[in-house]
């Protein structure tokens, strides 16, 4: 792909991992695409500027006035000279202030004064990165438009500690940026990628409501977040999403191909089986009832009429079902909570439910569980056991479709 023309900022922030800059520059100069680098004072302890600059064949900004020259470097201009701003390392320094909107250097105030998509990379060591004030940082910025987050991964880290939060790879970021620029001719508009153009994903989420009498019900606390959320990641990519969705207080998302309200696992059973056939790929992540009363009472059950036991009988497992019918080119996607052993009953639900991604969501993890907007999940596949970081839940459900993507297209 060509990438003559293509305008980077490159904002580097003071963390080791500043020395992979250095790599990103060369392989998107070596690409055609015009990089300036933009630094804090710390990066330039990492990295020298002379390095930086022979890479980029451009000086390297880190002051607003170049004293040696007299010359004020005009932030509001390379912030509307980008067609795409990334910021890599990016530190929790930085990102704090990014969420926070301060502008105590020329990086910042170029972040501030960019109209172009964002893009950061977090770098930290794994206490920090795991800290409720970067979280709440990260949350933040992932919620405003044209922004995005690679990673980051997890790994060994300076510190000597290993966990999560190493910078994402060079070649990855470099390889997001192309998949980005292929997909779109106009940078204004968020990316919409066409890797799932004309494929069909089902997606299934939120709580169902098992009725006990007119006012009463079984259900349970899924807030239905990561499946909507996983259908919006479907969209940007292309795809043409049907979302059978139980009761929640969301708003489903924009350009959806079909959407069916449903209350009981029963209603969600029939709504799944219409759909059953055209899917190319399938999603159950509502956290269906497992079991539903015999009967429901007509009207309201009075008080007065004492306690009575309520007779429950088991719902359809309609994932396992799906499983038991599946095509060989359908691929279905499990999601399982559990609280203990959670790996081993993973891996059995993956087996007994014919999944071929089973998502591992453990509610004892903070930062996982109900109604967030973040969660930390494993992903069980043929490709093996893959660990993905605390992030909110707009970014697993970008690495999960990752992975689907891997597994769906390339194996
Ligand atoms: N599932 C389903 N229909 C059901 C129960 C579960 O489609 N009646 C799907 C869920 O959407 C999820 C997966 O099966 O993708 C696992 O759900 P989970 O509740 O964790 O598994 P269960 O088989 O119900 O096992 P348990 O409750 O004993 O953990």
Redesign the pocket.
Known sequence: MDWAGRKILLGITGSIAAYKATWIIRQLKSKGAEVQVVCSTDALGFVTPLTLATLSERPVYTEFVRSDQGEWVNHVALGLWADLMLIAPCSAHTLAKMAGGLCDNLLMAVYLSARCPVWFAPAMDLDMWKHPATSRNVNELISRPNHRMLGPASGALASGLSGVGRMSEPQEIVDAMEQWWLSTNDQARPPVLDTWRGKKVLI?AGPTREAIDDVRYISNHSSGKMGYTLAQAFLEQGAEVMLISGPVSLSPPQGLQSFVAVES?LEMHQAVEKYQEQFNVGI???????FRPVHKKDGKIKKKDGVSPIALVA??????EIGRNKRADQFLV?????TENGLA?AAR?KST?QCDLLVLNHLNDPGAGFGLDTNQVTLLSNMGITELPLAPKIEIARQIIQHITKCYFHS
Do not use: Q
């Open positions: 299934t696992a159950f992540c509502a956290a269906v009832a497992d719902n359809p497992d309609i994932l396992a499990g999601f399982a909570l559990e009953e639900k439910k």
